[in-house]
């Protein structure tokens, strides 16, 4: 090196020419790096528009699709006659799927004069005339125009936003009018959907049809809305295809912006993003002068410095982030690894206490992630969470960090944080990882994936890092717990519960060993006092914890996988006990067990059964499994249908146990081979006082009728309450009118007691 210095230095010309080349070089590179990075930005934009016109696409699109199917029930309940339910069931039929739409907007249907006849919001009979409205005069006039877009209108009932409506032709047997069924959709839905996008300070969103009616803009103008853009020069662009980027001048106000627009699904709607080209390049623009100041500074100093350092300074640089990396930053991800997230939250809690500041630490773990590696291979995996890791890092600011501890756990750590700033950044993380995640372009994989966040804030949940991270994280499993796909704030009775839960678990998991649980049964009773089985239902009382509710320690074994080996205990003893009593002369016509979806999923639970039936003398007509809504909706839907199936076949009864509480879906029941239908003991209780419940009940009834289905009503305390259920055609019982559940010996002395017609 000191060698090829002293012979630059001896000569000048050679020092000077070798000074101006790397100059010169330095200059072209500096110019086109600024000419890449300008291409760069408009490229990050057009990406940011499609991707944003893709989201918001996707959203209306889902949107719409919900209005829609809420529409198709309403039409085909209509257009069914069913003169056997009374008008306040069928609209209640009717209007199922509209509950999920009750804060967006209502669904209505009219008569052929335009008056509302039937209304989402209310059972009261409705005095709205929409006669006059687009939409039903299409639909009076055109036959064939199917489902129709409306202008936007001011609703008759008082609104600060026009809304919109969907609409269909109601017709009789001979394709006559009778009517239209419309969905409204408030415009102010879109217009809150499109105030959380991020584009800059000039940047548009507009809602169109697709013959140029102006449905929603951002920025809002009352005056907007209705508007036709079918005169402008972008229009002509947006309806050659179904989607597309390009950059021209607004005919709004005349700002230059890049254009991404996409055609909403099937619907006459198209969604436009603009971004102004100014706010695209102000970056640029700024880094492009403090690059060409510093680069003027600088190309004096290269021409004497440039040979002496540059190669040694630069491989120095290189190994130092390299070592840098791969002590601090996860290899997968590129995020802070657990070393570096310890490191930068030290840091950010030391300066919180100085300055008496708050920060938040949130715990991000990815749901049934494992399902992912076992299904689609760990290289998959790894595609998941690298796109995971790209969409949070999107989603936090600032000094704020995102670093990855391992697996599929993530964790944000945010300075300045209130309990509100938290909320809202795992808010958006929640709607980041919405969309599902494309994978392996050439198999054309899509995953859809949640995850559950847990909240610790310094110092009311900690004065520790390792104190947040431990009360985020249960946090986290308390997120999980309440049904995944959402966040939780710490609480300090977390802690007291998590080491309530595990003292419980431990002593199941010792009660089960020394067989400390008992089986109690509870008669199930016809209508005439005849005994038609008898429901197993698992107690424990231990010694030390007294008395533990059923809810609460098959909770604890379905968590800590514990639950199939207590339904197996059950299941035996329920089948040796009735065994027992027909040996002593007790006639117990059928033993009912619950069971779980995790002992569906078990490839051997047919032949458990079979053996288990056979072992104590049973037939699988003897036995009735009852099973929950959750069971038919779990993701292992093939394997618990090809297990009930098993069962089915056998001759073992399937029951749904608690109907109407959870999930309940009639196509489910139709596709799973169900005999006996269980009301649940909440629409029991209220018979005689609910009129809703009453309605409830009966609706449930008919549903179980119409599927040739056995109805049970569980709960059952009162006289009043088994003749309504009577009245109704439910004709078997069980509950405190006839006997609370009871020890196998007073089972048997009831039965007795009892008889049999």
């Not at 006459?268 to 970056?283: R, T």
Request: aromatic share 8%.
């Amino acid at each position: 090196m000191a060698r090829t210095r002293i012979s630059f230095l001896t000569k000048p010309a050679l020092f000077l020419l070798a000074g101006l080349c790397i100059t010169v070089a330095t200059t072209g590179v500096v110019a086109v790096a600024l000419y890449q990075m300008r291409l760069d930005a408009m490229a990050q934009a057009r990406d940011m528009a499609e991707n944003l016109a893709i989201s918001l696409e996707k959203e209306t699109e889902r949107t719409l699709d919900i209005y829609q199917i809420a529409m198709r029930n309403v039409l085909t309940n209509l257009e069914t006659p069913s003169p056997e339910l009374a008008p306040e069931t069928r609209q209640l039929l009717a209007f199922n799927a509209a509950g999920t739409i009750s804060d967006l907007g209502v669904i209505i249907a009219t008569d052929t004069s335009g008056k509302v006849v039937l209304d989402s919001r209310s059972m009261q009979p409705s005095t709205i005339d929409v006669s006059r409205r687009d939409y039903f005069l299409v639909h009076q006039q055109s036959p064939d125009v199917g489902l129709y877009f409306s202008k936007p209108f001011m609703p008759i009932t008082k609104s600060d936003y026009h809304s919109i409506a969907m609409s269909r032709r109601l017709a009789d047997a001979n394709g006559r009018f009778e009517g239209v069924v419309a969905g409204t959709l408030s415009l102010r839905y879109f217009r809150h959907l499109f105030e959380d996008s991020i584009l800059g300070d000039h940047g548009s969103l507009t809602l169109i049809r697709t013959d140029g009616i102006i449905l929603m803009r951002r920025p809002f103008k009352p005056g907007d809305i209705g508007r036709s853009l079918a005169d402008g020069k972008a229009y002509p662009l947006m309806t050659r295809a179904d989607h597309g980027t390009f950059v021209r001048r607004s005919s709004m106000d005349n700002k230059d912006r890049l254009f991404s627009f996409k055609r909403i699904g099937r619907y006459p709607m198209i969604i436009a993003v603009g971004l102004s080209v100014q706010d695209i390049y102000a970056g640029w623009r700024k880094r492009a002068i403090a690059i060409g100041a510093v680069t003027a500074v600088l190309d004096v100093l290269i021409i004497m410095l440039c040979l002496m350092f540059s190669a040694q300074l630069q491989r120095r640089l290189a190994m130092e982030r390299q070592l840098q990396k791969l002590a601090w930053f996860d290899t997968l991800t590129s995020l802070p690894n657990r070393r570096l997230v310890n490191r930068e939250a030290r840091g950010i809690l030391a300066d919180a206490r100085r300055q008496s500041s708050q920060f938040a630490i949130l715990f991000v773990d990815l749901d049934r992630f494992k399902r992912i590696n076992d299904t689609q291979g760990h290289a998959i995996g790894d595609e998941v969470l690298s796109e995971v890791a790209q969409r949070l890092r999107r989603c936090i600011q600032g000094e704020d960090m995102i670093g990855r501890l391992g697996g599929d756990e993530f964790v944000a750590v945010l300075r300045q944080c209130d309990v509100h700033k938290a909320a809202h950044v795992a808010d958006r993380i929640l709607q980041a990882m919405q969309q599902p995640i494309a994978v392996n372009a050439g198999r054309d994989v899509s995953i859809a994936l949640g995850v559950s966040i847990g909240i610790a804030l310094y110092p009311h949940d900690g004065r520790s890092v390792d104190t947040l991270l431990r009360n985020a994280d249960m946090a986290m499993y308390r997120a999980k717990n309440a049904g995944r796909n959402q966040m939780h704030f710490y609480a300090a009775e977390y802690e007291y519960e998590a080491k309530e839960h595990l003292e419980l678990e431990i002593a199941l998991q010792q009660a089960l060993r020394e067989g400390a649980l008992q089986v109690a049964y509870q008669p199930k009773v016809g209508a005439w006092g005849i005994l038609h089985g008898a429901e197993a239902l698992v107690r424990w009382h231990d010694q030390k914890l007294g008395t533990i509710a059923p809810d609460r320690f098959v909770a604890i074994a379905e968590e800590s996988g514990l639950i199939t080996e207590l339904d197996t205990w059950v299941l035996e003893q329920a089948c040796s006990q009735l065994a027992a009593w027909r040996a002593v002369g007790v006639d117990v016509p059928n033993i009912s067990v619950n069971v779980c979806a995790a002992d569906f999923k078990r490839a051997d639970f047919a032949d458990f059964v079979a053996r288990t039936l056979q072992t104590h003398g049973l037939r699988p007509s003897d036995l009735t499994l009852e099973m929950t809504e959750r069971v038919m909706f779990d993701e292992s839907t093939d394997d618990i249908r090809a297990t009930l199936e098993a069962l089915h076949a056998q001759g073992v009864t399937l029951s749904i146990d608690d109907f109407g509480t959870g999930y309940s879906s009639l196509s489910y029941l139709q596709r799973f081979p169900v005999r006996e239908l269980k009301i649940d003991k909440s629409f029991v209780m209220s018979i005689g006082t609910s009129a809703m419940a009453e309605s409830l009940t009966q609706t449930v009834m008919n549903i179980g009728h119409a599927l040739k289905l056995s109805i049970v009503a569980e709960g059952v305390e009162t006289v009043a309450q088994r003749d309504f259920l009577s009245r109704h055609g439910c004709r078997i019982y069980q509950g405190y009118l006839y006997s609370p559940p009871l020890a196998p010996q007073d089972f048997a002395q009831w039965a007795k007691a009892r008889g049999r017609a």
